[in-house]
């Protein structure tokens, strides 16, 4: 597991370690999210998501315990002459507000499959009604770092969803060349799905 020191360490440099481009599923979802209201980028690391958000017109709380990547995300909504809020936190234990948020957006972190359960319980509660979750995770399929009950498949997703409708759970390949690392290429899982 890296530590949010680790994940300083990492988002230590100039260049942006995942890229300044938001992910493609959520470019795909954009005709379903609102246009205003509130959003959550939850683990949002250097800012790509939640900035993109932000240019969307939403009001985005950008979360991640790193304070280097945050310090990105921050200078890169200042580039794009948007602004986003952060919090440098651990998502663990922060206090989730309950209803709060029109759109969650929360891709690519991987946990052990007991706190999982927690965290996407704590999503729902966060989410308001009619709100939205954005999903993007490492399917189970690519063989990764993350030990393999850390990382996802479509009936994992159903069931810790299991309080919201879903919309759209698709998989696609993505291959990345971040920054100076190694290429890689992953099989991701993605959902979209609405709190009733
Ligand atoms: C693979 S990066 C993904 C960043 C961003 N979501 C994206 O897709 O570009 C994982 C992020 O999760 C954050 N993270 C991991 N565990 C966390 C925790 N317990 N609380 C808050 N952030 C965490 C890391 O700091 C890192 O920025």
């Not at 709380?61 to 990547?69: F, K, M, R, V, Y």
């Not at 929360?106 to 009604?129: Q, W």
């Not at 996802?152 to 997703?157: M, R």
């Not at 998989?171 to 799905?193: F, I, V």
């Amino acid at each position: 597991m890296m530590t949010s020191e680790n994940w300083d360490t990492r988002y230590a440099t100039d260049d942006y370690v995942f890229g300044v481009d938001p992910s493609p599923f959520l470019i795909a979802c954009q005709d379903r999210l609102p246009v205003a209201g509130t959003a959550l980028s939850l683990a949002d690391g250097e800012g790509r998501n939640g900035v993109w958000l932000a240019e969307r017109g939403l009001d985005v709380l950008a979360l991640d315990w790193s304070s280097e990547g945050l310090k990105k995300a921050e200078r890169l909504a200042r580039e794009r002459g948007v602004r986003i809020r952060t919090d440098c936190r651990d998502m663990l234990t922060w206090e989730w507000p309950k209803g709060a948020y029109d759109v969650v957006c929360a891709m690519n972190f991987h946990f052990p499959a007991e706190v999982r359960e927690t965290l996407f319980a704590r999503i729902v509660e966060t989410l308001a009604p009619g709100g939205l979750l954005v999903f993007e995770g490492i399917h189970r399929d690519t063989r990764d770092h993350h030990p393999p009950s850390a990382l996802y498949d479509e009936t994992i997703l159903r069931r810790l969803c299991s309080g919201l409708t879903p919309v759209v759970v698709s998989t696609r390949m993505e291959s990345r060349q971040h920054a100076k690392e190694a290429p890689t290429t992953k099989k991701k899982l993605n959902g979209l799905a609405v709190k009733p």
